[in-house]
């Protein structure tokens, strides 16, 4: 809370800025930011912010915290209560249209309305059958809606969900390692890890908050890997973890096979040598209810998953070169082409590794 109120009173200059776009801008980003705290909490509910805005002044603020809890809107409402501003007359800044159903909470646009918030401005429409058509149901009750996509990142925020309600497909992370080279793989007898400690330790979070983790028989074969998230403070959700094989069993006695680890052992094996990734991806999607999928395989399964335009996020682990020079983005080499439509929205040094993140759509702007 104290950390909240911090924020509000930052924000309450930039708001303050007589720009209608850039304070709408600045808003929904503040939302987003606040829904990103519950990733891998609320899937898979989409991870919404929301922050109710009267005279410049920031009066309260929220974000859907776990799955069949309150949804932002309520969430912001009641932080406003809490701070004793009252509602009435705010402009509510939301990351995604406010819902109009009854679901494990009721509709949002009831709260907005009982509310006496004047105008929403959301970021993403809702596509989702069951709970689309809030801002309808809002302006028949005399408060303005307005789409608004000045926020690349609360309008970029949704797009997991939005990928699973559209596409029955899940949102693909790929992660790799590779050399200064451009090699995924080192030779026999060069030490096994590719990337610092560091390194490992962002993959390990990445893993702590994804519904699945799908590897290669190829690399359960060389590494025998047990694919949990390991060292991290708060495991948020526990993958589920998934070797796609074409078409022969999990190496007897691996650590998968033994069922070592937490979270559940899924092997799906496809036919004359490959498994087919689309009814894979389906399937994890509608019968395990998977939103974020990550990619932790060889570089065959890569290029397959790549040629079939699978792949919407990737974080690249570059190790330095010999003389201990980070290996920019612009050097990653073959690997390159499984990158294609993505683009590069960040490069963050960690120790002498360099970790690029690319995203489908980007978030520049
Ligand atoms: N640097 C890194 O980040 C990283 C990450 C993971 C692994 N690795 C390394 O990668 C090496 C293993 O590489 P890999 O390429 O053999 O392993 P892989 O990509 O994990 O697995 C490849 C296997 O997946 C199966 N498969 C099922 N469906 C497929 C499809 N549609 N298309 C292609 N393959 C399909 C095939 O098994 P069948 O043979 O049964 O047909 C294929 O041989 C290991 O040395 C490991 O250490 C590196």
């Known amino acids: 809370m104290g950390s909240n109120l911090r924020t509000s009173a930052s924000i309450r200059g930039h708001y303050c800025l007589r720009d209608p776009m850039n304070a709408s801008s600045a808003m929904l980003s503040l939302a987003a930011r606040l829904a990103l705290r519950a990733a891998g909490d609320v899937e898979p509910n989409p991870m919404v912010g929301a922050v109710l805005v009267r005279d410049g002044v920031v009066l309260g603020m929220g974000h859907h915290r776990r799955f069949g809890g309150l949804h932002a809107e309520r969430e912001a409402l009641a932080d406003c209560r809490r701070r004793g501003n009252d509602p009435r007359g705010a402009i509510a800044f939301v990351t995604l249209e406010p819902c109009c159903h009854h679901g494990k909470q009721p509709p949002c646009t009831d709260a907005l309305i009982e509310a006496g918030v004047v105008r929403v401005v959301y970021a993403r429409p809702d596509p989702h059958a069951v709970s689309a058509g809030g801002a309808g149901v809002l302006e028949r009750a005399g408060i303005a809606c307005e789409l608004c996509g000045d926020s690349p990142l609360a309008t970029r925020l949704s797009d997991p969900f ?127 209810g998977a939103t974020n999928v990550l990619l932790e395989c060889g570089p065959t399964l890569l290029a397959a998953f790549a040629a079939g335009g699978f792949i919407d996020e990737a974080f690249v682990y570059a190790a330095p070169g010999p003389d201990g020079a980070p290996t920019g983005a612009d050097c990653l080499g073959a690997c390159c082409v499984w990158l294609a439509g993505l683009t590069l929205v960040r490069s963050k040094p960690l120790g002498r590794d360099t970790e690029h993140w690319f995203r489908r759509n980007g978030l520049a702007g």
Not at 207 to 219: L, M, Q
Request: contains cysteine.
């Open 162 to 288: 939005v990928k699973r309600v559209t596409t029955g497909l899940p949102w693909v992370i790929a992660k790799w390692a590779q050399t200064a080279d451009g090699r995924l793989i080192t030779r026999p007898g060069e030490a096994r890890w590719i990337s610092n400690e560091l390194s490992l330790g962002r993959v390990h979070r990445l893993r702590a908050r994804v519904d699945a983790i799908v590897t290669g028989i190829g690399t359960v074969a060389a590494d025998d890997p047990l694919l949990t998230a390991r060292g991290v403070r708060r495991v948020r959700r526990v993958a589920e973890r998934v070797v796609l094989t074409g078409g022969r069993g999990l190496p007897a006695g691996c650590k998968l096979a033994r069922g070592e680890g937490a979270g559940e052992v899924l092997v799906l094996p496809g036919f004359a040598g490959r498994a087919d990734l689309g009814a894979a991806l389906r399937l994890l999607a509608a019968e395990r």
